[in-house]
């Protein structure tokens, strides 16, 4: 027959041990409260109170090398738990001490070793420490607890605040700002319980002198009359038994009450030890230390006074301070050095690198000029071309309603000398050229004026023919009748026609919550119930475009967004909206289109049956025409035709008016063939516009057949 197998126990590793923490501290508080009640034995007792000088060591060792009071956040508990621990070996002790005369050889070496056997003197120690940890620490830490306690609790609304500001500024995240605001009241509760904690410290000196008297009155009775001891011998057992178990409790007393000074003194956002801290704060300054040094050197040559450690110490402060110097020498020879490389590793990475990034950051909008056009921009050459382009910032406010991006601008060595070019989001939208030292003269009837001499071109912006001038004759030609501009106000116009044609792709998300941002300031009910309940930043952004695609002003925010918040509630579509925007905005969208000589609107309406008919061609959704292509070029030719006469025979350029259902499905169908005419609804004329029909367009419907 086989051997039976010997089956082995499992051992807890530490590791197995320390996952169940809270089954420990619930079978060591018990145990703590059972030792109150059941007595132990000496060796057990020993081991016990050996724990606790111990834990009192870790206590302090813990507390030097926390950073800042939150690590410890858990100090105040344990200082419950130690004081209660200390409190049950002084009943375990004193029950030993009164029912045997003996506490174990912890207690005794204590009053005999520590003591030198004289219990008088060991008496006069026992006080000492327990004035120094009742009167001067544990009252000293409990006053900065209290401090520091009322402090933080009335800096909380504070930092609540700055937190508050700073995720609004978007300086933070919410998850930073969660974490923070968790910090703010951890360190409210810790500083709140350890206002109250420092009060256990204060008890336990109390409850030790106490429990020392009980113990030498105790035991003088006992020992007398029940034990039969001489009274002397009596006197020198308990009273030395009594002692050495008053200063066993009290050492790992006085070490936890230094602790828990020492945590509440700690500054907060520290990243180094306190060893660190005060031997940089106090022992770095080579003044301080040559000074104390000399000083010390001094008195150690006065007679009388005991020379050796005065030398001494004078000597090591000043060798300390001439050490210190060149430390800080060399220190700062590397620093130096270690500058210098970065420097030189920095230029590196910015010829490679850094310009490589700057190659992938695309501009907002962006001026490319040639190397002759280079004295446009400088203002020491007289060169006002950027002082213009300030200018058209401002205009493009008022006219458009946003602030218009910084436009950069640079030269370009592969251009033409005399080229430029606009460009939006890195694309070349729009090119010219210009005489940097020329004047150009333009006149919208070049037959009508008397010929000058000069270089033949067209003006960049409007294609209108024009003629390169020199200075000198720019006086004749102002004279002859012409429109004489710089080559810096040619450039200007070109960008601001440019910028107004393109006003919807300019207008950026940040644009759009700036703007918002301006409507707060003055009326944040209104932002605050449409953004983002009814409508998010991204749909606003699109009705803002679709307005700007028609060079609607979009300055009157209020109106716009009062119309949005309204017939949001009905219908979120954006092509609905802007057209209930453009309503609202009717008086500006009207005077806009305005004669300035005598205030009429001159429209061009659609004939009854070419509306009927434009209006069968609508798609489902309403947005778009499906016309035939016959119909469409019939359509284009009359509108060409009415618009050239009545610009020919009356001067003004006319708005084409038909009815709201088709407005924004004609204004896409002509945009591309006539983007400056603008087109307008019934809808958006206004009681007080004076509206003047200087056309119409018929198509013959029969030839469709």
């Known amino acids: 027959m086989s051997a039976p197998t010997e089956k082995k126990i499992p051992m807890l590793s530490w590791q197995q041990l320390m996952k169940h923490n809270d089954v420990l501290l619930a079978v060591g508080i018990v145990l703590v409260v059972t030792m109150m009640l059941i007595p132990l034995p000496p060796f057990l007792l020993d081991v016990l109170l050996t724990m606790n000088i111990a834990l009192s060591v870790t206590i302090l060792l813990v507390?030097?090398?926390?950073?800042?009071?939150?690590?410890?956040?858990?100090?105040?508990?344990?200082?419950?738990?130690?004081?209660?621990f200390r409190l049950g070996l002084n009943v375990s002790t004193t029950r030993l001490i009164l029912l045997y005369g003996d506490?174990?050889?912890?207690?005794?070496?204590?009053?005999?070793?520590?003591?030198?056997?004289?219990?008088?003197?060991?008496?006069?120690?026992?006080?000492?420490?327990?004035?120094?940890?009742?009167?001067?620490?544990?009252?000293?830490a409990g006053r900065v607890s209290e401090v520091a306690a009322r402090f933080t609790l009335d800096a909380m609304p504070g930092k609540q605040l700055s937190i508050d500001a700073d995720l609004n500024a978007g300086m933070i995240d919410e998850k930073t700002a969660k974490h923070r605001r968790q910090t703010i009241q951890r360190e409210a509760d810790f500083y709140g319980t350890m206002d109250g904690a420092s009060k256990f410290v204060k008890g336990d000196a109390i409850a030790a002198i106490i429990i020392t008297v009980i113990n030498v009155v105790g035991g003088l009775i006992i020992g007398v009359m029940q034990m039969g001891m001489p009274l002397a011998q009596a006197a020198a057992t308990f009273t030395t038994l009594s002692v050495g178990d008053g200063l066993v409790s009290q050492m790992p007393a006085l070490i936890i009450s230094a602790a828990t000074g020492i945590l509440v003194t700690r500054v907060n956002d520290s990243d180094q030890s306190l060893g660190d801290e005060i031997g940089g704060q106090m022992f770095q300054n080579p003044k301080v230390m040559a000074i104390m040094g000399s000083l010390m050197l001094v008195m150690g040559m006065v007679p009388g006074?005991?020379?050796?450690?005065?030398?001494?110490?004078?000597?090591?402060?000043?060798?300390?301070?001439?050490?210190l110097v060149k430390n800080k020498r060399e220190e700062t020879e590397m620093a130096l050095l270690e500058d210098k490389k970065a420097k030189a590793?920095?230029?590196?990475?910015?010829?490679?690198?850094?310009?490589?990034?700057?190659?992938?950051?695309?501009?907002?909008?962006?001026?490319?000029?040639?190397?002759?056009?280079?004295?446009?921009?400088e203002a020491d050459a007289g060169g006002d071309l950027l002082e213009r382009i300030s200018q058209i910032r401002r205009q493009m406010a008022l006219e458009l309603g946003f602030v218009l991006p910084s436009v950069?601008?640079?030269?370009?060595?592969?251009?033409?000398?005399?080229?430029?070019?606009?460009?939006?989001?890195?694309?070349?939208?729009?090119?010219g050229e210009v005489v940097s030292d020329l004047w150009l003269a333009m006149s919208t009837d070049p037959d009508g004026v008397e010929p000058i001499d000069g270089i033949e071109t067209r003006e960049p912006a409007f294609g209108l023919p024009a003629l390169w001038i020199e200075a000198e004759e720019k006086e004749s030609a102002e004279l002859a009748g012409y429109t004489v501009v710089s080559a810096s106000a040619v450039v200007s116009t070109h960008l601001t026609e440019v910028i107004k044609k393109n006003a919807a792709d300019i207008l950026s998300r940040s644009d759009v919550q700036n703007l918002l941002n301006n409507v707060k300031k003055s009326n944040e009910s209104l932002v605050g119930d449409l953004v983002p309940e009814m409508l998010n930043e991204a749909q606003i952004h699109l009705i803002l475009q679709n307005l700007l695609r028609e060079k609607v002003c979009i300055r009157d925010m209020v109106s716009i967004l009062e119309a949005l918040s309204y017939h949001a509630r009905v219908n979120k579509e954006t092509d609905y909206l802007t057209e209930q925007v453009r309503m609202a905005l009717s008086r500006s969208i009207c005077k806009q289109h305005q004669n300035p000589e005598n205030g009429e609107l001159p429209v061009i309406t659609l004939d009854p049956a070419v509306e009927e008919q434009v209006a069968q061609g609508l798609t489902q959704?309403?947005?778009?025409?499906?016309?035939?292509?016959?119909?469409?070029?019939?359509l284009f030719a009359a509108l060409n035709e009415e618009i050239e006469r009545v610009i020919s025979t009356q001067g003004v350029q006319p708005v084409i008016l038909c009815n709201g259902r088709l407005?924004?499905?004609?204004?896409?169908?002509?945009?591309?063939?006539?983007?400056?005419?603008?087109?307008?609804?019934?809808?958006?004329?206004?009681p007080s516009v004076k509206a003047t029909a200087v056309g119409s367009v018929r198509v013959d419907l029969a030839q469709l057949a």
């Open 63 to 84: 507390t030097l090398y926390t950073r800042e009071p939150l690590q410890y956040s858990t100090f105040p508990t344990i200082l419950l738990f130690a004081t209660l």
């Open 103 to 140: 506490a174990g050889q912890v207690v005794h070496a204590f009053g005999n070793f520590v003591i030198g056997g004289n219990y008088v003197v060991g008496m006069l120690i026992f006080i000492i420490l327990v004035i120094i940890n009742f009167i001067v620490i544990t009252n000293g």
């Open 305 to 323: 006074l005991p020379n050796l450690p005065f030398l001494t110490i004078g000597a090591l402060a000043v060798g300390g301070s001439f050490l």
């Open 345 to 377: 590793i920095q230029g590196k990475k910015k010829a490679t690198t850094e310009n490589v990034l700057e190659l992938l950051q695309v501009e907002m909008m962006e001026l490319e000029i040639g190397y002759r056009l280079v004295p446009l921009i």
């Open 408 to 431: 950069r601008v640079r030269d370009n060595l592969q251009l033409a000398p005399n080229q430029y070019n606009i460009k939006l989001r890195g694309v070349t939208i729009e090119t």
């Open 621 to 634: 959704d309403g947005q778009m025409l499906a016309l035939g292509p016959v119909f469409t070029q019939k």
């Open 663 to 686: 407005r924004l499905p004609f204004r896409r169908l002509i945009e591309r063939m006539l983007p400056q005419i603008a087109v307008l609804s019934y809808n958006e004329i206004g």
